[in-house]
T-cell receptor, first 115, second 115 residues
């Protein structure tokens, strides 16, 4: 079974600064997807970014980018120019390429943004 | 992105009663939907995978007779918590898989409180 670990329960960043959230995972599969989801106080889960394991290029979405290290099974999220609206819980998630399409979530990191 | 709705957004019920939660994909068809449970300050735990027209697949430790899932159409899945008890109080989240985009979209969640 796959496991996803987020080692930082809480992180804090100053507004306009950059912060990196860590995620590691364990799998024996070679094809899979990785995701970062944001859960603001409303508790609505929002997809931030997605990475296919077969792609070497790191995914980028505006101020959000990932550092995907397949050999190290690491998938960190970098948030540039942090904004107050970025304050939320962030979950890293793994999905197998073939089986079931279910997501396995990490424990989450609470990001606080200081004005 | 695609929209998934949940109804109700919150519900309070007495111990021993049953509660039904609806999950609808509003602008796409979803052959697969997922039900998660989230305790305060914790991650999402997959309860079951709901497939249209067939029986749901439950995760280990989830009582299928207590958490009844019906996925009768391509846009609707329901979760019924039968004979609810206070320990069933939690935040329940559904997600629906858009087959064409191969992406899961999450509903806003339902807060269940059992007195």
């Amino acid at each position: 079974a796959q496991t996803v670990t987020q080692s930082q329960p809480e992180m804090s960043v100053q507004e306009a600064e950059t912060v990196t959230l860590s995620c590691t995972y364990d799998t024996s599969e070679s094809d899979y997807y990785l995701f970062w989801y944001k859960q603001p106080p409303s508790r609505q889960m929002i997809l931030v970014i997605r990475q296919e394991a077969y792609k070497q290029q790191n995914a980028t979405e505006n101020r959000f980018s990932v550092n995907f290290q397949k050999a190290a099974k690491s998938f960190s999220l970098k948030i540039s120019d942090s904004q107050l609206g970025d304050a939320a819980m962030y979950f890293c998630a793994y999905r197998s390429y073939n089986a079931g399409n279910m997501l396995t979530f990490g424990g989450g990191t609470r990001l606080m943004v200081k004005p | 992105g695609a929209v998934v709705s949940q109804h109700p957004s919150w519900v309070i019920c007495k111990s021993g009663t049953s509660v039904k939660i609806e999950c609808r994909s509003l602008d796409f068809q979803a052959t697969t939907m997922f039900w998660y449970r989230q305790f305060p300050k914790q991650s999402l735990m997959l309860m079951a995978t709901s497939n249209e027209g067939s029986k749901a697949t439950y995760e280990q430790g989830v009582e299928k007779d207590k958490f009844l899932i019906n996925h009768a159409s391509l846009t609707l899945s329901t979760l019924t918590v039968t004979s609810a008890h206070p320990e069933d109080s939690s935040f329940y989240i559904c997600s629906a898989r858009d087959t064409l985009l191969d992406t899961q979209y999450f509903g806003p969640g339902t807060r269940l409180t059992v007195l």
